[in-house]
């Protein structure tokens, strides 16, 4: 990890997942299911923890946003799209409240606690589809 890389993981209140992220763990994951059932995978993720509270919710666009008070305070958009019949994939943008204008790596290490909670309820393909195309040419 790089200086830079370090010092954005800690010295900021937001991270973000991608496709081509540097860190692993903050890369765009990919479920086989549909963008309905992944959807409501992450609904009802959210709705059986006291953590969350279900902000808003749109099935059209694929977005759920979701305050999370499990010790610190942050606000999550969670973002369900299909990309191929049973390849959906699932991203998160994490900000943390806060009086200062970073938190340590908390919303960085928030990301990989959900995706894990996911990967108990939806079967996991794999993360990066661009970085894996790359590699099958």
Known sequence: MSFRQ???????NHSETS?????????THYFKTTKDKGLQAVEDYFKRSDSF????????H???????TGGR???????????KPYRTAIDFSVTTESVLPFDFGFSH?????????????????????????????
């Open 19 to 27: 496709e081509n992220h540097w860190d692993p763990k903050l890369q």
């Open 62 to 68: 694929g977005e759920i946003s979701v305050n999370y």
């Open 109 to 137: 290490n928030l990301v990989p606690k959900l995706y894990s909670q996911l990967k108990k309820d939806l079967i996991f393909l794999e993360t990066s589809m661009t970085k894996n195309a790359d590699m099958n040419n």
């Open 53 to 60: 509270q279900i902000v808003a919710q749109s099935k059209e």
């Open 6 to 12: 370090t010092f954005t993981k800690y010295f900021s």
């Open 73 to 83: 305070k942050a606000f999550i958009i969670a973002t369900v799209i299909m990309v």
